[in-house]
């Protein structure tokens, strides 16, 4: 058995890996059982939502994927009272630090809010295991299947991301990020930065335990339905359309196209 501290971190300069998870990934390979801690601010699907509470963008984070691997979880609830004061105490930072800590991160406030998001976590994983793990759930397939549909122009595809993940996590379903190159994002005339921003994207949909699925279509909409159909999903994530141009005001937008040919479907504009 290895105790591993600080699931999130990363490893000192020309560590063999990166990540404090991959060196527990290499030893979970050689047949060591691993116990390790994790503060709730570092799950990679709830950064948005840590960001709008704290007013903090947390750089360390851990994909949900390598969360949900954990055979168990224990929640240590500590009051946000004895936090701080283990903070006064010098029991977390040194010295020069501990004002800065309780006046920015570690307030009343925000120490609140992460307790109740652990608490949420907490029984969400509860219930997936609970789910997994029961004879009569055995029987019946995940609650659905969840499609993120991602854009090359959407201006931050990670917020979309973000809220499919716990989505899926609560349904007990798998969830494809699905992006559709039209002609105009050929390779030869979509530029350089758009074409990294799709990147970044769909890899961080991988590290949060999302398919990803890219499709050569002329018709964002048609493609998107077409695979919603042939995959059975159920719930399809979209991000709020922007300003249409005046030329093509009477063309359907893609959520409404989605509403009138997936009846069926359960549709979450972000």
């Given amino acids: 058995m290895a105790l591993v501290d600080e699931l999130a971190h990363t490893n000192a300069p020309d560590s063999p890996n990166r990540k404090r998870y991959e060196d527990i990934q290499d030893l979970l390979r050689a047949g060591i059982n691993v116990i390790t801690t994790v503060n709730i601010q ?23 994927e390598i969360v949900a691997q954990a055979d168990q979880i224990v929640n240590i609830d500590l009051p946000a009272e004895d936090l701080q004061e283990r903070l006064h105490a010098g029991k977390i930072y040194p010295k020069e630090r501990i004002e800065s800590a ?34 009569s759930d055995k029987r019946v397939s995940a609650l659905g299947q969840v499609m993120v549909a991602i854009s ?63 499709l050569k279509h002329e018709n964002v909409a048609k493609a998107l339905i077409a695979f919603a159909r042939e995959y059975g999903i159920t719930h399809i994530v979209l991000g709020r359309p922007g300003r249409r141009k005046y030329l093509r005001w009477f063309e359907p937008t893609l959520y409404e196209r989605i509403l009138n040919e997936l009846p069926g479907v359960d549709l979450f504009v972000v």
Avoid: C
């Fill in 42 to 64: 570092h799950f990679e699907s709830l950064y948005n939502f840590v960001e709008e509470a704290t007013g903090v963008r947390v750089k360390e984070r851990v994909p949900d």
């Fill in 152 to 214: 090359s122009l959407g201006p931050d595809p990670g917020r979309l991301l973000r809220k499919t993940a716990p989505l899926a996590a609560q349904l007990n379903a798998q969830w494809y990020a699905v992006y559709v190159r039209t002609p105009k994002e050929s390779a030869v005339r979509i530029d350089a930065a758009a074409q990294r921003h799709i990147a970044d994207t769909l890899e961080t949909a991988q590290k949060m335990g999302g398919l990803v699925i890219s």
């Fill in 102 to 135: 309780l006046a920015n991160f570690f307030t009343q406030k925000n120490l609140t809010r992460l307790r109740e998001m652990t608490l949420a976590e907490t029984a969400n994983f509860l219930d997936r295991q609970q789910r997994e793990t029961s004879e």
